[in-house]
């Protein structure tokens, strides 16, 4: 099989007439399938449970997307089953067979593109752009991991010595359980879940519930694809009800996470306690972050209030890379807090269905309740100088909101809100920057402004985060370009979308031969 170098899928230009008007149509075709019904997939076949998930659009609550089967236990027993059976064969799979389905995925999503960014912008409130860009990361992992599972389908030679053949292979790990967040619904599940089976393992993939029909509609394209049976099992069900069952299962031989630090802390937690398996269960664990730009006075403050708008509302700030905080110096503090309010203004939202609608709604109604909770917490800790409010009473659409004069230590400077709040903080000079930016306990993305090289080092050497971005938006992450995870509490730093990420799926065997 010959292989062409990786190269990234470029996103959509919908100013392109041709595109906008495919994407239209598209946009009427799939709103005509909504209230459909959707089943688990199971050892090759699809299979209906008595409950089901309702899965609305944010947009317009009222409206139901899609209902998606609610597995159970005993659905959850019946995969494992048919996910260790299928391990005997898969394992032993060449890894450029593997790496052709993979190939075979990414082409029938290219295929349906403009149905997957339909749906997102349906179910989870994505603009076009953005649920695009969804779609090409998604196909951009299938390509990039297949590659990476035949680089490492041929080991390593090790040091030899006299006497002897040492040779290190890699095997996998076995049966596992992928476990994505809603915010990037195609992408990172796809992504978790193609690593995981590339390196010849097995999977259980438990989508995020809010973006349950879009999982459903990935699970078509990988059963489409035509994997054997068992090798990829679509168990969708609620977190809280399924998800310790399918965490603390003695079948489970690994987790690959992505979502919040509550959650991801607990999945480490309950993981790392024997039941009645006899190996460590590995765990990796992609989760929040509180990012930060700085700005200093030499920076090009219109580049940075483009940045920092464009990384703190794209998505309504529901990025795990999303700015939730600006740390300016003194001098040019104002100047660039009143660029950024001016650009923010210019933000049209509405319902994302409509092109022209760059912020959506937020996902659900829980998400906008916590949201304004922390606006309200905000106002006693800085000054609300932009939004603050809910739009309308019906979707879920939230002002892009700005609080001044908010200090390093405050709430919504620490702790993630996962929504279009951003707090501005004064720093008197840049070490006082480094020391706000570095002071959280999470270290996912971060960047700066700045046009000094001394600076400029200092940022490289100095700020602690596993995404680091100079003088650009700080989201974004391209597969095999910027591989992506974070620090401290944003997670394992698994760096998914790098030559490292693989590896988090397999094993080392170092073989001795005397000859
Ligand atoms: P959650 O942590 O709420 O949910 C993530 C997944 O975990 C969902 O599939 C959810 O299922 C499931 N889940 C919930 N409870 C449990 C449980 N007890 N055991 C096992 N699984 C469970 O996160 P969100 O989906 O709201 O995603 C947003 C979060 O994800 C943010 O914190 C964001 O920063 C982070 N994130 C991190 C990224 C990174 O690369 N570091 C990238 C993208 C997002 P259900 O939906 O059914 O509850």
Redesign the pocket.
Known sequence: MKIEKFKNMEVLDFKSPANKSRMEETLKSVKKEFGKTYKAFIGGKWIDTKDKIASINPSNPSEIVGYVASCTQSEAEMAFDAAWKAFESWKNTRATERASYLFKVAKLMEERRYELDSWMVYEVGKNWTEADGDVAEAIDALNYYGREAIRYSKGYKPYQVPGEKNDVKYIPLGAGVV??????PVA?LTAMTAAAIASGNTVLL?????SSVIGAKVAEIFCEAGFPDGVFNFVP????KL??Y??ENPKTRFIA????????L??NELAAKPNGQKWIKRVIL????KDAIVVDESADLDAAAEGIVVSAFGNQG???SACSRVIAVDSIYDKLLAKVIDRSKKIKIGDPSKFENWMGPV?SDEAMKKIMRYIEIGKNEGKLVLGGKRIGDTGFFIEPTIFSEVKGNARIAQE?I?GPVLAFIRAKDFDEAVEIFNGTEYG?TGGAYTKRKDRIKRVKDEFYVGNLYINRKITGALIGVQP???FNM??TDSK?GGRDYLLLFLQAKSIAERI
């Open positions: 476990i994505p967040p809603w915010n990037f990172i438990k989508p995020a519930s809010i069900g609620s977190g809280s998800g310790d399918l965490v996470f992505t979502g919040s630090k509550e959650v991801g607990r999945i992609e989760m929040g972050g529901q990025k795990c996902s993630e996962f996912l992506f995870g974070g944003s997670g998914a």
